[in-house]
């Protein structure tokens, strides 16, 4: 906040107290002074003093105002005396869930992949680990959206083994796909798409498909093998199944050719325990 909007606030508030305070002296009287002259129809207004109750309950509620901002933050800048903040709070609060929850994630976590995976209770907290860290971009089921990977089918970019998930859930992984439109130019990487949906199975043409294999061979073998299965060493996917990240079509496949794809899953070493890590990779798997 800055200097002028801090004052405007302290101001404000103390100001409009004052001027309520004043604004309650200035008009307070003891005695009634018969009726305001007011009369209507024979109905006349009191002007009697203002209830006792009424009164006291107003200058308790501002003392009360005035302890509170003296205590929590809330005139400008100044944090109040009880040094409160929401995150403080916050980090109590989790401290204490982790603390509650500790013995339950140490226990899970030392149990080996096979009986972990058979442990009812240990999957159920596994599929809520993977509700809150994952489903935003894995989706609720597992099943992934475009761009964003299954994790119940058999396809995996970067292996499907313990060690493999469990590196991705802690390093996180990059995918490099570079663009490859000026390598191949405009009709080369029609015929590499052509060849891409002859290796998945799909229609294609067959003269282009013959033109791209050539080239996929110099240029793309490196990482998705002679037989197009892929390599998880790099994360390059299969191209020979109808499993597609970002989708199989003729259009799908020239426009990843051209503009590249950098699929980002991001690390989770700093998020979650490695207790976490170990009961999400055996639930990744049981899926
Ligand atoms: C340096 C390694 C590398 C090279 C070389 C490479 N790719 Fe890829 N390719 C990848 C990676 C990694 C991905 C996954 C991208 C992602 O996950 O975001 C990918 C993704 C793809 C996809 C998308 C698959 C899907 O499921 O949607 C196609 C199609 C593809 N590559 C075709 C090719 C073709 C054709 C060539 C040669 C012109 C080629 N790639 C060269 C690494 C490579
Ligand atoms: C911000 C979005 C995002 C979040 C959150 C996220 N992921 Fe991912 N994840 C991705 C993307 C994108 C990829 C694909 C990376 C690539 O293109 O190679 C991926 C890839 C993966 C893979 C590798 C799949 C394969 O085929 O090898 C696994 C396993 C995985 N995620 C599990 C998880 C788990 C478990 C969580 C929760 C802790 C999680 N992800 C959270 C975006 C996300």
């Avoid at 663009?179 to 405009?186: F, Q």
């Avoid at 002679?226 to 020979?240: E, Q, V």
Wanted: charged share 15%; with cysteine; glycine share 12%.
């Amino acid at each position: 906040m800055s200097m002028g909007w801090h004052w405007f606030v302290v101001l404000g508030l103390l100001l409009s107290l004052a001027a309520m305070f004043w604004l309650l002296f200035a008009n307070r009287q003891r005695t009634s002074k018969g009726t305001t002259g007011h009369e209507w129809d024979g109905i006349e207004e009191l002007d009697n003093p203002l209830p006792m109750w009424w009164v006291g309950m107003f200058v308790v509620s501002m003392i009360f105002t005035l302890g509170y901002v003296a205590y929590y933050p809330g005139l400008g800048d100044f944090s109040g005396a009880g040094s409160w903040s929401s995150q403080a709070q916050h980090d109590a609060e989790a401290a204490r869930h982790e603390a509650r929850f500790a013995p339950l994630y140490a226990e899970l976590g030392s149990m080996d992949e096979e009986a972990l995976a058979q442990d009812k209770r240990g999957m159920q907290v596994g599929r809520r680990l993977y509700l809150n860290h994952c489903s935003t971009c894995h989706g609720v089921n597992a099943g992934g959206a475009f761009g964003f990977p299954n994790l119940t089918d058999d396809e995996w970019q970067w292996g499907d083994s313990y060690e493999d998930i469990r590196y991705t859930l802690v390093n996180g992984r990059v995918a490099q796909m570079v663009p490859w439109g000026a390598a191949l130019g405009e009709k080369g990487v029609v015929n590499v798409a052509h060849y891409v949906l002859q290796m998945s199975g799909q229609e294609h043409d067959a003269e282009r498909a013959a033109a791209g294999a050539e080239q996929y061979n110099t240029l793309c073998v490196a990482c998705h093998g002679m037989d197009g299965k892929g390599n998880k060493l790099f994360g390059a996917p299969d191209l020979t199944n109808d499993i597609w990240l970002y989708g199989g079509s003729l259009e799908q496949i020239m426009f990843t050719l051209n503009n590249g794809r950098q699929g980002n899953m991001p690390a989770q070493s700093d998020i979650l325990s490695d207790d976490k890590i170990h009961i999400l990779t055996t639930y990744i798997r049981s899926l």
